[in-house]
């Protein structure tokens, strides 16, 4: 099972804090947001986008990033301010 948790305006967009999926192998990130937006299809454009952040495990993480049972996944859309 991986926890991908949703953050700031993402979490108003799916209407929850996290998402739970049982995963039988390792997946990538770029696998992981094929999953996201069929489940989610308010976060398409955000999926796309450059500015989105995701980490795995609190790293920084890449499209080719392995994702492994018992990991957990942050989504962080663009900041702003100062």
């Known amino acids: 099972m ?3 948790r949703f953050f ?3 979490r108003n967009k799916t209407g929850c804090e996290f998402k739970e ?3 039988l192998k390792p997946i990538t990130v ?3 947001k094929k999953m996201l937006k069929a489940d989610f299809p308010a976060l398409s454009g955000m999926l796309d986008s450059r500015s989105l952040l995701i980490s795995v495990n609190l790293e920084f993480a890449g499209m080719d990033t392995m994702i492994k049972d ?3 996944v942050g989504l ?5 301010g100062g």
């Open 21 to 23: 999926y049982r995963i």
């Open 2 to 4: 991986i926890t991908v």
């Open 30 to 32: 770029a696998e992981l």
């Open 76 to 80: 962080l859309p663009p900041f702003s």
């Open 8 to 10: 700031a305006m993402l």
């Open 70 to 72: 018992g990991d957990e």
